[in-house]
Each structure stands twice: as structure tokens, then as C-alpha cells.
């Protein structure tokens, strides 16, 4: 499908508010940002990849369990209106504002799906440690495209996690993908277990409709059950875009020890303090004319 004659614009302005919450509480929703016509768009492309799925993907529910939870990586490079989402769409524009930068490279794109009856959980995790990268300047954005509520597995944050000044130890999405033993070498501090005292935290959650979207900052801690509906789906695709001020970090336990995930980067030397530039973290701002 063409995405040419799709909005490049974003439904409404990024207001000073939307930004202040960001950065005071790590997260906060975006109410109607996304055009309608992208989300029919990206409805059809996550059914076309859930058919096909990718060779870094991952099938996080165990075989023979109810229900289906799917992950995949880097999949704006092998599908066309996933290429056109991350650049044409109004997600730039977006990333440019709230990040206060001049210039926007794509980082990665990350599709996570939870069918009714999923059972399995996104555990309490932040994005950065997973990453090598460091710097101010990056963000994530979480785009769903069903309603996502509680029932169906939305994502929900600690409010000002990311002031704690800690990075902890990435934790596997699931058992037996191979990620444990990576991340194990990062060496950081356990996570503790929010789940036994989850009272002792502010949770910031909402339900979105399609067209909203969640902006994170890498170190906020954030979870997701399982998908209880009976009917609803959890389509979600997660985005990251780095700043002016984002580079490589050459630290030990990131995703770049990963085979199956380098496979899709052929090539790839990137060196501590390295720019995030090439043809596999494109420009995405300012647009090409």
C-alpha cells in the first residue's frame, strides 16, 4: 500500500504541558496525535508481519499456552509502511518537540502484540539498559492501535522513576529466548520486586483509544500483564528516537550481543561515543524535501 498522500502532520500541537508532565514524571499520554488513516495503515501491516513473523522475532508464549505474545525488532527494514510510519508519519514531529532537539535519527522499532487470553506478562522493566546508547536526548513511544486498557494489557509506569538516578538489570520478556544470559552481563543492580509491594508506588496508567500514544523516557520503570480480554487485542508498537546529543555506548549486556538481532544490522561497527547515523538509523528530522 502507498503511504505517500498519508498526514505528515500531527493531529494536534504538542503543548507545553504535554512536555512539562514528560519530564517531570518520566511519562505521560498523548490524547489524539496520530491520524486516523495511519492507524488503519499499521492495523493491516502488524497482521501482515504477525503472518510472516521476522527472524529476530519471538514467540513469548510457551506452545500449547491460551492466547499469543509476539515480538519482533527492527521491523520498519524489512516492511514498507513500517519504514513509512517511523519517517512520514507525524512520530518525528512528535520526537522532535518533546525531546527539544534540532535533528532526529530513527533508533529502533519494536512490535509487541498480546492476543486475548495472553497470559504472559511484560515484566517491570526501563528501555535504556537493554540499549547501548546513552545521552538526554532519547525517547520512546508507545503506539497502540486497538483500545488498550488494564483488562487488555496497557502499558503503566512508576511516576518519576527516572529521576531515581539507577539503572537497573534488563529483565527476559521470556523464558528460553536466549536474552538472559546476555543481559546478565551488564552487571547491574537487581530490580526490585515491584510486583510484592506495588503499593508503595505511584502507577501512572491510562486507557487509550487508537490514535493516542504514550511518550517515555528510557530510565521510567514500566509493565504490562497479560491481555484478560476475551475479544480485545493489544497491537502495540514501541519507537525509539534519539536526539542531538544520543551516542553509542559500548557498555557490556545490551542487545548488540544478540545474534539473531545483529543479523538484521549486517556490518554494524559502531564505536563508544559513535553518532547514531547510516542507513540504519536514518535522519528522520529534518524531513527529507
Known amino acids: ?38 492507524v488503519e495503515v499499521m492495523r493491516t501491516a502488524i497482521d501482515r508481519i504477525l503472518a510472516d513473523p521476522g527472524s529476530a522475532s519471538v514467540e513469548y508464549t510457551p506452545g500449547g499456552k491460551p492466547g499469543r505474545y509476539y515480538g519482533d525488532f527492527f521491523v520498519w527494514m524489512r516492511d514498507a509502511d513500517f519504514e513509512a510510519f517511523i519517517k512520514d508519519s507525524p512520530m518525528p514531529e512528535l520526537a522532535v518537540q518533546v525531546m527539544k532537539t534540532q535533528a532526529a535519527h530513527f533508533f529502533y522499532d519494536q512490535l509487541l502484540v498480546k492476543e486475548p487470553g495472553t497470559r504472559e506478562p511484560t515484566p517491570w522493566h526501563q528501555d535504556l539498559p537493554y540499549w547501548p546508547v546513552r545521552g538526554e536526548q532519547i525517547l520512546s513511544i508507545w503506539v497502540p492501535f486497538d483500545r488498550a486498557t488494564v483488562d487488555s494489557g496497557v502499558v503503566v509506569y512508576i511516576k518519576g522513576s527516572h529521576r531515581w538516578g539507577k539503572m537497573f538489570a534488563p529483565a527476559a520478556f521470556g523464558k528460553n529466548t536466549g536474552f538472559a544470559e546476555i543481559y546478565a552481563r551488564a552487571g547491574l543492580e537487581p530490580l526490585p520486586d515491584i510486583e510484592a509491594e506495588r503499593d508503595k508506588y505511584e502507577i501512572l496508567s491510562w486507557e487509550l483509544d487508537p490514535g493516542d500514544v504514550i511518550i517515555h523516557h528510557p530510565l521510567t520503570l514500566h509493565y504490562a500483564s497479560g491481555n484478560a480480554s476475551a475479544t480485545g487485542r493489544r497491537r502495540g508498537l514501541a519507537l525509539r528516537y534519539l536526539g542531538d546529543d544520543a551516542e553509542y555506548d559500548d557498555r557490556p549486556g545490551t542487545f548488540v550481543e544478540n545474534q539473531k538481532v545483529m543479523a538484521l544490522l549486517p556490518g554494524f561497527a559502531m564505536q563508544d561515543g559513535d553518532k547514531y547515523v547510516g542507513q540504519y538509523f536514518p535522519q528522520v528530522w529534518p524531513r527529507d524535501s
Open 1 to 38: 500500500m502507498t503511504t505517500t498522500t498519508l498526514p505528515h502532520e500531527l493531529t494536534r500541537a504538542i503543548s507545553a504541558e504535554d512536555i512539562a508532565a514528560y519530564e517531570r514524571d518520566g511519562a505521560t499520554v498523548l490524547r489524539n496525535v496520530v491520524p486516523m488513516e495511519w
